[in-house]
């Protein structure tokens, strides 16, 4: 691994972390730690074991999830999240729990 390359990922995941509800390019990332976009992707994954983008998606998903225990109204969640609607959540929320945030919602209550 070449050196710096475990600070690099970790000053990209705080980078995410921080802009979390954000939309996030990887000419963003690259730019962040000077590295061409390919590296920056193989970096991350070789980190923290998945892409930034998805890292980026998940942790999203998640506090989508947080906010549906909290019993924040589903119709705001997509918005909070920066999904673009709510439609854009419903289908990636599918994707990474195997659930819609309504059925979700609805086995916690």
Known sequence: MPSGSRTDAKRIRDYIEDRLFEQIRLSDL?????????TVVR??????????HRYHTQRRVY????LIRDRVPLSGISHLCGFADQAHLTR??????????GLYARSIR
């Open 63 to 66: 506090a989508a999830q947080k």
């Open 92 to 101: 990636i929320f599918r994707r990474t729990l195997g659930s819609t945030p």
């Open 30 to 38: 690259s730019k962040l730690v000077s590295m061409p976009p390919f």
């Open 43 to 52: 970096v991350f994954r070789r980190t923290f074991g998945i892409p930034p």
